[in-house]
């Protein structure tokens, strides 16, 4: 089934031009279906690339999805024109009331900060509050996952001498978990951070799964039961070029950045990169979908409850 998303968004024709299933509004209120309702709180911050990606993984998916983009209340975005954002956007006060299947909080360039320092820190734990009581299930990435974990389980973060950045292997530790299916023992996931959270710091008594570790760059994916939720440390999602956008940006800056590792042919970064996750995030964001599909009400009004 396709995704649901509004007809001028930008990203509707990158998808449709990789062969994604994109549904027109007009198509979708003539189904007698109920979509599943996934919110993306965008704090990326180039928002069209980051809509585009998980609209892609989260419309390859079988079941047909409605994807409502959400924004920090009061924040306003510096490198996303204005006029994107009042178009496609909805403020988190504006949909608080409502109720979702599914809610994705992404990174942010903030993660060298204290989270007391974020400007939106107050509202975001608010959010996740929120989760517990309007949203079925969450999915939280990167920044997102290391200020959730932060918010429900006290979990500290901590600087690394240099950034984790590059394409690393990973391990599968719980082959038999419904969000693991399909996986291979071993596989390669896109990771840029600057900090860490650590088997250490966390709570005995959290009821936290770790189900993917890499022996470089440590803890991926946290199954988090009592909260509904997934925390993935890194960026599965992520396009082939994105690390190489990002380290071409920082150069651009003048700013001390090395290569990123195992990601350009050679190490030369004049040759195109070889995307090998990219089967590995379609199948866990498809497992992660597939949960939501086989666990929600089927009366949305019930989520929570």
């Given at each position: 089934?396709?995704i649901?998303i509004p007809?001028?968004?930008?990203a509707r024709?990158?998808l449709q031009?990789e062969?994604?299933?994109?549904?027109r509004?007009t198509?979708?209120?003539?189904?007698d279906?109920?979509p599943?309702r996934?919110?993306l709180?965008?704090?990326?911050?180039d928002?069209q690339k980051?809509e585009?990606q998980f609209?892609r993984?989260?419309g390859s998916?079988?079941l047909q999805?409605?994807?409502?983009?959400?924004k920090?209340t009061?924040h306003?975005?510096?490198?996303?024109?204005?006029?994107?954002?009042?178009s496609?956007y909805?403020?988190?006060?504006?949909?608080?009331?409502e109720r979702?299947?599914?809610?994705?909080?992404?990174?942010?360039?903030v993660e060298q900060?204290?989270?007391?320092q974020?400007?939106?820190?107050d509202?975001?734990r608010?959010?996740?509050d929120w989760?517990q009581t309007?949203?079925?299930?969450?999915?939280?990435?990167?920044w997102g996952a290391q200020?959730a974990v932060?918010h429900?389980?006290g979990m500290?973060?901590?600087?690394?001498?240099?950034?984790?950045?590059?394409v690393f292997?990973?391990r599968?530790l719980?082959?038999?978990?419904?969000?693991?299916?399909?996986?291979?023992?071993?596989?390669?996931v896109?990771?840029?951070r600057?900090?860490?959270v650590?088997?250490?710091?966390i709570?005995?008594d959290?009821?936290?799964r770790v189900?993917?570790?890499s022996?470089?760059?440590?803890?991926?994916?946290i199954?988090d039961?009592?909260?509904?939720a997934?925390?993935?440390?890194?960026h599965?999602?992520y396009?082939?070029?994105?690390?190489g956008d990002?380290?071409?940006r920082?150069?651009a800056?003048?700013?001390?950045?090395a290569?990123?590792r195992?990601y350009?042919p050679?190490?030369d970064p004049?040759?195109?990169?070889?995307?090998?996750?990219?089967s590995?995030?379609?199948?866990?964001i498809?497992?992660?979908?597939?949960?939501?599909?086989q666990?929600?009400p089927f009366?949305?009004?019930a989520?929570?409850?």
């Amino acid at each position: 089934m396709p995704i649901k998303i509004p007809d001028d968004l930008p990203a509707r024709a990158t998808l449709q031009a990789e062969g994604v299933m994109v549904m027109r509004e007009t198509d979708a209120v003539r189904q007698d279906i109920r979509p599943l309702r996934i919110g993306l709180l965008n704090l990326m911050p180039d928002k069209q690339k980051t809509e585009t990606q998980f609209a892609r993984l989260l419309g390859s998916t079988p079941l047909q999805v409605e994807l409502t983009l959400v924004k920090i209340t009061n924040h306003v975005a510096r490198n996303t024109s204005q006029e994107h954002i009042i178009s496609f956007y909805r403020s988190w006060e504006a949909v608080r009331s409502e109720r979702f299947d599914g809610f994705i909080v992404t990174g942010a360039p903030v993660e060298q900060m204290p989270f007391e320092q974020v400007t939106y820190w107050d509202e975001l734990r608010r959010i996740f509050d929120w989760t517990q009581t309007n949203v079925h299930a969450g999915l939280n990435i990167c920044w997102g996952a290391q200020a959730a974990v932060h918010h429900f389980h006290g979990m500290p973060k901590h600087p690394l001498p240099e950034k984790a950045f590059g394409v690393f292997r990973h391990r599968n530790l719980e082959p038999a978990s419904p969000y693991l299916r399909g996986f291979s023992d071993n596989f390669s996931v896109p990771v840029s951070r600057w900090t860490e959270v650590r088997r250490a710091d966390i709570p005995d008594d959290s009821g936290l799964r770790v189900l993917m570790e890499s022996d470089e760059t440590g803890i991926c994916l946290i199954d988090d039961p009592r909260h509904r939720a997934l925390h993935m440390f890194n960026h599965i999602e992520y396009d082939s070029n994105s690390l190489g956008d990002e380290y071409r940006r920082d150069v651009a800056a003048n700013k001390p950045i090395a290569l990123p590792r195992n990601y350009f042919p050679k190490d030369d970064p004049a040759r195109e990169p070889r995307n090998r996750w990219r089967s590995h995030a379609h199948l866990l964001i498809g497992n992660w979908i597939n949960e939501l599909y086989q666990t929600t009400p089927f009366d949305i009004a019930a989520v929570g409850r």
